[in-house]
């Protein structure tokens, strides 16, 4: 596949999207089977064909469509989109310092961020928090391990993250903000990166993140040491009852 042949593909899954979006939405729409073709064949691309076109900010285009194809009303478009993002993601990550992006001035650097802001915000001010301090908790895994990443991505996903928690825990002033706190916490906990990478790569969705509990949140590490906790704690209790066994048996021996 040639770069020609990769930024024609990806438009016309961009377009299908778009044009599916607008009509009834249904799976066996032929919108939808256009976007979800292209989508296929986008991931057959060469890995340094697609890993090029990425990164390169000549075509941002591929970093704004994140959120209308992985927040895509329809299921197809939706998952093939997820599939297709960690596929180009894991590409990056797997290059390590070997493929970096092309260094910026500071003044375009800032204005290309401040953009991907303006495009991912929802003009509710509590929803736009929320979103600003995901993307700063996941903008943090390119400094951790080392790599470079595509500008608008911890922007885009923290959008998807977001809608996902206000689809399903509503506002965060609602009833569920325990829920957006711990959710939030863990994703900025400096103990916690494997988290934070996890969602950026697409291996822990939006959805996924909501329903999970703040012990599967936790870091590797506390998650040793509660399970440590658990086994000492069930030990003891198993040493209380044998305790109490012997203390029994021995009464009943005395006693006859």
């Keep these: 596949m040639q770069k020609q042949e990769f930024l024609e593909l990806f438009e016309a899954a961009t377009k299908a ?15 939808v089977s256009r976007c979800v073709d292209a989508m296929v064949r986008l991931k057959e691309a060469p890995e340094s064909l697609a890993r090029e076109l990425v990164i390169d900010l000549k075509y941002p285009q591929i970093g ?13 478009i939706q998952s ?10 894991r590409y990056l990550y797997a290059t390590g310092k070997k493929q970096s992006r092309p260094v910026l001035k500071k003044k375009k650097k800032k204005k290309l961020v401040e953009e991907e802001m303006v495009s991912t915000t929802t003009g509710d001010c509590n929803r736009d928090k929320v979103r600003e301090i995901l993307a ?10 080392k790599e470079g990443v595509v500008s608008c991505d911890s922007w885009s996903v923290a959008a998807s993250v977001e809608s996902a928690m206000f689809e399903r825990l509503g506002s965060f002033e609602g009833t569920q903000k325990a829920k957006y706190r711990s959710i939030l916490f863990n994703m900025g906990d400096s103990r916690n990166p494997d988290l934070r990478r996890k969602v950026l790569l697409g291996e822990i969705s939006g959805e996924r993140l909501v329903s999970m509990e703040k012990e599967e949140m936790a870091s590797n590490k506390i998650q040793m040491e509660v399970q440590n906790i658990k086994e000492k704690a069930r030990v003891r209790d198993e040493n209380r009852v044998k305790s109490m066994q012997m203390f029994q048996s021995d009464s009943s021996m005395i006693m006859t």
Aim: charged share 25%; net charge positive.
């Design 17 to 31: 999207a778009k044009s599916a979006a607008r009509g009834d939405g249904k799976s066996s729409s032929p919108a």
């Design 64 to 76: 704004a469509s994140h959120s209308l194809l992985v927040d895509h009303k329809n299921p197809r």
């Design 80 to 89: 093939e989109a997820k599939l297709l993002y960690s596929l180009w993601l």
């Design 136 to 145: 700063k908790a996941l903008s943090k895994v390119a400094v951790e391990m």
